[in-house]
């Protein structure tokens, strides 16, 4: 059987043709921070217009409040300075945090304060009770990730991060506090930064037409190489996420977390943190898809501070190391250019922190943790560090890896990705599944069609919620099922062979197999080897409407129902292979 299915399409992604200026960065920015004016209450809180029972007590609106003032001073808006000020003295209203968030946020719009990026008259009302809050802040007391010595997560980096600004800005503090006593804050950021290194990914092997090829015995001085040879390879690439479920939403984070770090804090920055600094970047630079795009799987997937944090990371890069300012310059134009097309401002003036939300004003689309006060506050921080360093139109772009005719790229021993692109096609696909999260599942992630108008997406980002499986799963006999692993890649970006085994749920190696993928004029096509008298199935979430051509020889196929995801409307298609050597898939336009 053949199956031509026909769903609803999202947009072309946009690749920046030409650089980017600062005026449309600088327009977005201010017109957010405006549309939160009317969202903020006579006594300094932010109502959540997503969700009526959010209290707006979170680091966000601090941030939004910083962002508030910096514009206000740029435009000399009255309005938005009373309302960023009133935010500010609704927050030293709260208990004294000691969060990383919040540690963070403060110690950030102090250094703000302190630079004067805020209204004068508006520095002078909450700089003294600020200075005073930031001086009360003492070292985390709670149980999580930050006092177990063996944890490691995101949390770490974001609490050096607000350490590192607290102890660079002009703060007293009280007896037992950060501020008091420089020392053993000190001691915990080495120790952070240590952790960081010792929890980062194995370097990831890279392979682009034209630049090497890969050599896993090759050393280079930022240890084993296991990617390309010669000057263009531009150094070891090494993810830097939370441990075990590998989202690529916090490589970025977390990347630009080192990178303040490192500016502000530059003691704290040994040799060892300083190459996991560059391979940090470096892994930056490789994960971004031709169009931007920068989140395709786990959690926070597709969030707009994922972008923001990217350009910030591109901007400041570009201004630090003008030998690699190029690559950074184009890395920043394209983070904010895909922000731009895939998060248009709403009637309303605020920012859809996920594109799903452009399509259904759902929350339960995003992850429960993602508030939208919160996260537009941080996204707009994050743009507006971006836009403090944007880079001149003028100065000189160079191309990125994912502009190669031919890439891959193998991530399989860190976040389990692999991906890579021939001509027109870029894809990406999971190895295996990192996380009980379902977007973290082994499976196609996507492809995306380069055309005169730009990259198309044909498949949506996976739900966040329980239910049709991307996973390749063996059905057996007796209620049995297996689903695979993948261990090592060979090939090209044109044609790449995965091999691994399949597991069953107690963990018993059924077998090895094979998965080809292999791209086509407009697509990609995929074989997975089946052991003898096995059903395979697996699901792929098309995206939108429009006239997307999936093919399953000798399958059946199952539509169900289409919903919103964070990319938009995804619309899944379940294909079964009963009793077949091989399971063939292709997708196409």
């Not at 050599?215 to 000057?231: I, K, N, V, Y």
């Not at 940090?280 to 994960?287: E, F, G, K, P, S």
């Not at 184009?330 to 922190?353: C, E, H, T």
Request: net charge neutral.
């Amino acid at each position: 059987m053949i199956a031509v299915l026909a769903f609803a399409s999202g947009a072309w992604g946009r690749a920046p043709q030409q650089a980017l200026s600062a005026s449309p960065l600088d327009g977005y920015i201010a017109g957010v921070a405006r549309a939160w004016e009317p969202y903020t209450t006579a006594d300094g809180r932010v109502s959540d217009p997503l969700d009526a029972a959010d209290t707006g007590d979170n680091y966000g609106v601090i941030l939004l409040a910083d962002v508030m003032l910096k514009v206000a001073r740029r435009t000399d808006d009255s309005a938005l300075e009373e309302a960023g000020t009133r935010i500010i003295a609704s927050a030293l209203t709260l208990p004294v945090p000691n969060d990383p968030f919040n540690l963070l946020a403060i110690a950030a719009v102090i250094h703000d304060g302190q630079d004067g990026e805020f209204p004068a008259g508006a520095w002078e009302r909450v700089a003294g009770p600020l200075l005073q809050r930031a001086g009360q802040i003492g070292p985390p007391t709670e149980a999580t990730c930050l006092t177990e010595a063996p944890c490691y997560d995101n949390w770490r980096l974001v609490w050096s991060a607000g350490a590192s600004l607290l102890l660079s800005d002009n703060v007293g503090g009280v007896p037992g506090s950060l501020a008091s006593n420089s020392v053993p804050a000190a001691a915990q950021i080495r120790t952070d930064l240590a952790m960081a290194v010792k929890h980062a990914g194995a370097p990831l092997e890279m392979a682009i037409a034209g630049e090497g090829t890969r050599e896993p015995s090759r050393h280079t001085a930022d240890g084993p190489a296991g990617m390309l040879a010669g000057p263009a390879a531009g150094g070891v690439a090494r993810e830097l996420s939370d441990p075990g479920a590998e989202p690529p939403a916090y490589e970025l984070f977390s990347a630009f977390m080192l990178e303040l770090i490192g500016e502000v804090n530059p003691h704290a920055i040994t040799p060892a943190v300083a190459r996991l600094r560059r391979q940090a970047d470096r892994y930056a630079l490789d994960m971004m898809a031709p169009d931007g795009q920068l989140s395709l799987s786990g959690r926070s997937l597709d969030q707009s501070w994922v972008q923001a944090a990217a350009a910030a990371l591109g901007a400041r890069r570009a201004a630090l190391k003008p030998a690699e300012g190029g690559a950074w310059r184009a890395y920043a134009d394209r983070a904010v250019s895909y922000l731009l097309a895939a998060y248009p401002i709403r009637a309303d003036g605020l920012l859809p922190i996920v594109p799903g939300l452009s399509v259904e004003w759902n929350p339960s689309i995003m992850d429960g943790y993602a508030a939208l006060n919160q996260y537009e506050g941080l996204t707009l921080w994050l743009l507006s560090d971006a836009l403090a360093q944007w880079p001149r139109t003028e100065a000189s772009r160079t191309s990125l890896p994912a502009d190669s005719r031919e890439l891959l790229a193998d991530d399989l021993g860190s976040s389990g990705l692999v991906w890579g692109r021939t001509a027109r096609v870029w894809w990406e696909l999971s190895g295996r599944t990192t996380s009980g999260d379902p977007r973290s599942a082994q499976g196609l992630l996507a492809v995306k069609v380069g055309g005169a108008s730009g990259w198309r997406d044909l498949l949506a980002l996976r739900p966040r919620h329980p239910g049709p499986s991307s996973v390749w799963t063996l059905g057996m006999t007796h209620g049995r099922t297996a689903t695979p692993t993948f261990t090592r890649v060979r090939g090209e970006g044109r044609r790449v062979v995965l091999t691994g085994g399949y597991r069953e749920t107690n963990g018993r190696l059924l077998g090895r197999t094979t998965w080809t993928l292999t791209t086509t004029a407009t697509g990609v096509r995929l074989n997975m080897s089946v052991p003898p008298k096995a059903m395979l199935h697996t699901t792929v979430w098309l995206a939108g409407i429009g006239s997307w051509r999936l093919s399953a020889p000798a399958a059946t196929t199952t539509r169900g129902a289409c919903l919103v995801t964070a990319s938009g409307r995804a619309c899944p298609v379940t294909i079964y292979w009963r009793n077949r050597r091989a399971a063939v898939l292709e997708v196409g336009v």
